[in-house]
Nanobody
């Protein structure tokens, strides 16, 4: 049974920084792409960033230059470092991983950017 455990998140002032981490366990197979999505109230879930096992990254235009995704293939972890945070970054952030043909999601962690 694959499990994703997220940590990080919380309340931060505009312009501040925050880090998210996600650890995957329970898979017999190698993890393919790992990523972060977010969902704000009343909005659809959207891709924030994704990283392949080889380190190729994709970012949403709204976070380019501010967020950095990284992963540790040996530990099956993925991190999201967020800087210059804006109120519009407020959302529940979800970790996502692809293993073979299946997608797995974390439970979500709240990020609130407010003064």
């Amino acid at each position: 049974q694959v499990q994703l455990v997220e940590s990080g998140g919380g309340l931060v002032q505009p312009g501040g920084s925050l880090g998210l981490s996600c650890a995957a366990s329970g898979s017999r197979f190698s993890i393919n792409a790992m990523g972060w999505y977010r969902q704000a109230p009343g909005k659809q879930r959207e891709l924030v960033a994704r990283i392949t096992p080889g380190g190729f990254t994709t970012y949403a235009d709204s976070v380019k230059g501010r967020f950095t995704i990284s992963r540790d293939n040996a530990k099956n972890t993925v991190e999201l470092q967020m800087t210059s945070l804006k109120p519009e970054d407020t959302a529940v952030y979800y970790c996502q991983v692809f293993i073979t043909t299946r997608t797995y999601w974390g439970q979500g962690t709240q990020v609130t950017v407010s003064s």
